[in-house]
């Protein structure tokens, strides 16, 4: 956990808009967009006003019952997967 | 974006009055209609139907997303109708990160934009950028900067497909595409929004004042979009765009007028607004209880369930001049239009140019012809 990014950023080549509890991520590069189911959707809507991991925690803590540190390892594997996807990106 | 199968003349019928249902329980849902039961009892393949008629009027995201919201509607046909919902979505974020762009490219020449139309008009009359249908990227630029503008659209590759006599002043925009197919849209660099001969509008208003490419005053927004509406011959589309300006911008319809009269297509408006309640329920405070020209509502009304792709090419030539105010102006306005000086030598060509509006008239008549008989063939 500890050698996790701990602040994630919106990549710069992405568009996205939300759909009722859903949003819709596209990649500007490749052209392919994505669907963000309802939880990924949250952490997607705080991701653009915070891009520290720890307020997004916070954030989604106030919206799901769920343990801290699992919601923590989530995240970031959240996140690994939608840097894969190149939506978004580390910050150093 | 793939469409869904296509459909008989029989099922288009029937499928028409559903969907003008269901658009007006999008605009009048307070009247408890009982369309969201009438979708429930249909076949998966008859909602497959319904959804590929709204297609080819242009509508299918809107229509996508109004089956969206119903509960009653089958799983499969909901995700149908939510495939076709978010493709429109994708491509209307892609086409508005494009006009950010051009914007951007343009501004950064010294050239300053408005956007018109397009991706901007979904969230604006919709609140939903995912369910208006937008071909092109369509920017207002100063007439004394359009060849500017062309010139840098041309070093990225958007030339014109039908290279027109640039200084030709009787046309209002021109269409550019990437010749390599590079890009899945085409930018309309205008620099009036409509033919100026036809509707000589003052474009001053346009640049007074400072404000964002992408968000024009409201009235303009309502005077576009008349302008529009009659430039594509009341199309489903164009009317269902036109009624949700009126629903939601209502206030603004007194300062449309006026803009409008000054052109002197008034009559459009109030057409447009006359039509808009008719046929969708939208209701204006300022649409007229009468008017001299409501006797071919009727046929525009017929007219709203051909798509615009199967009219013909002149048909719009039929339709175009009814938003002229009076009688006498259209043949006027036509005459100055089409019997004008070549952009060229400057010389008239009446023989060519009479031979030219008698093939127009030809094939404008053929093609409402062809509507009307189309439509005794539904009966």
Not at chain 1, 34 to 50: G, H, T
Not at chain 2, 122 to 131: C, E, F, I, Q, T
Request: glycine residues 6%; contains cysteine.
């Amino acid at each position: 956990m500890t050698d996790s990014p701990r602040r994630w950023r919106i990549g710069p080549k992405v568009a996205y808009e939300f759909v009722d509890d859903e949003a819709v991520a596209l990649d500007l590069q490749s052209g392919t967009y994505y669907r963000l189911n309802p939880v990924a959707a949250s952490a997607w809507r705080l991701l653009v006003k915070s891009t520290v991991l720890d307020e997004l925690v916070d954030g989604l803590l106030e919206e799901f019952d769920i343990d801290r540190d699992r919601l923590e390892a989530d995240l970031s594997e959240l996140f690994v997967d939608l840097e894969r996807y190149g939506l978004v990106t580390p910050e150093a | 974006m793939a469409r869904p199968a296509s459909h008989d003349s029989t099922s288009a019928r029937t499928g028409h009055d559903l969907l003008l249902e269901l658009l007006r329980n999008l605009f009048c849902s307070d009247e408890a209609r009982r369309v969201g039961e009438e979708v429930a009892a249909l076949e998966e393949r008859e909602v497959a139907d319904l959804l590929a008629l709204s297609w080819r009027q242009e509508i299918g995201p809107l229509v996508a997303r109004e089956l969206m919201t119903m509960d009653e509607l089958p799983d499969d046909a909901r995700r149908e109708a939510r495939g076709i919902y978010e493709r429109n979505l994708a491509r209307n974020l892609f086409l508005r990160a494009e006009t950010f762009a051009w914007i951007e490219r343009l501004e950064q020449a010294g050239i300053p934009c408005h956007a018109l139309k397009g991706v901007f008009w979904s969230s604006l009359l919709y609140g939903d950028l995912g369910v208006r249908t937008s071909a092109d990227i369509d920017l207002l630029v100063r007439p004394e900067q359009r060849e500017s503008a062309t010139r840098l659209a041309a070093r990225l590759g958007f030339e014109p497909l039908h290279p027109a006599a640039p200084s030709d002043s009787d046309l209002n925009a021109i269409h550019l595409e990437r010749g390599d197919g590079g890009a899945c849209y085409a930018l309309d660099l205008h620099w009036c929004v409509e033919l100026p001969r036809l509707v000589p509008f003052d474009h001053a208003v346009f640049w007074s004042g400072a404000r964002d490419a992408e968000n024009l005053p409201l009235d303009l927004v309502g005077v576009v979009l008349c302008l529009h509406l009659w430039r594509h011959a009341v199309t489903l589309k164009t009317l269902v765009d036109f009624a949700a300006y009126v629903n939601r911008f209502d206030a603004h319809i007194p300062e449309v007028k006026r803009r409008l009269a000054e052109a002197r297509v008034g009559d459009g408006l109030d057409l447009a607004l006359i039509l808009a309640r008719r046929v969708l329920g939208v209701r204006s405070r300022y649409t007229p209880e009468r008017h001299p020209k409501e006797i071919v509502l009727p046929w525009l009304e017929r007219c709203l369930r051909v798509p615009f792709v199967e009219r013909g090419r002149y048909f719009k030539w039929l339709v175009f001049p009814l938003q002229f105010d009076g009688l006498t102006l259209p043949v006027r306005r036509y005459a100055s239009h089409l019997v004008r000086p070549g952009a060229r030598d400057g010389r008239l060509h009446l023989g060519s140019r009479i031979r030219r509006v008698a093939r127009v008239a030809a094939r404008a008549a053929f093609s409402s012809g062809r509507i009307a008989a189309r439509r005794d063939g539904d009966r």
